[in-house]
């Protein structure tokens, strides 16, 4: 980390061998001329896009900023949670070759990363009912053995009941009968 006049500088990522540096004076700053010497494209045409953004032209400002000579100059630099977007934007095809692959991954991860925040919800809501018919299913199961339960457990109270009723005179009818068992053996 670098330090001038109340501003800090951290390294946030190395690009062929070019130092991408966070300047923090009250906000993340990132210099675009080092990205772009980097990238190995030129940095006027990158200067005039950004300018030119609908949305990264108001954001584009001019800071004052430890170069990598040790020296103060004033550079180019736009919001550090805009830089991502930016690089996005940077034709694959006019990047230095040994550049060229880190960017296309880089630009895949962010078509990654936009699918899964604009389907993060719709996927989770297919989860969230799958989940949701597989437990109505056991539920429904779970009530059926129930009902059915509750269905033996009444008849077993009635002959509970039933028996709870018996008299003396059940008792010796009971006892008085002969039975005769007529099953062959």
Not at 147 to 172: G, H, Q, V
């Amino acid at each position: 980390m670098r330090e001038k006049k109340g501003a800090t500088s951290t390294v946030v990522a190395k690009i062929n061998n070019v130092e991408i540096v966070v300047v923090e004076n009250g906000s993340k700053m990132i210099p675009v001329k080092p990205i772009c010497e980097a990238l190995g494209i030129a940095f006027e045409p990158q200067f005039t896009r950004l300018k030119n953004d609908p949305i990264l032209g108001s954001t584009v400002t001019l800071s004052v900023m430890v170069a990598a000579d040790g020296k103060s100059r004033e550079m180019a630099s736009i919001p550090f949670k805009y830089v991502f977007g930016w690089l996005f934007q940077i034709d694959s095809r006019n990047v230095k070759e040994e550049a060229r692959e880190a960017v296309l991954r880089y630009q895949v991860e962010c078509y990654d990363a936009l699918y899964n925040h604009f389907t993060q919800h719709s996927e989770f809501f297919e989860w969230q009912n799958m989940l949701i018919e597989e437990q109505l299913l056991i539920v429904e199961q779970r009530q059926k053995l129930f009902a059915e339960s509750k269905t033996i457990l009444t008849e077993a109270k009635d002959e509970l009941n039933r028996r709870r009723k018996l008299t003396i005179a059940d008792f010796i009818a009971e006892k008085s009968q002969l039975k005769i068992n007529f099953e062959e053996e």
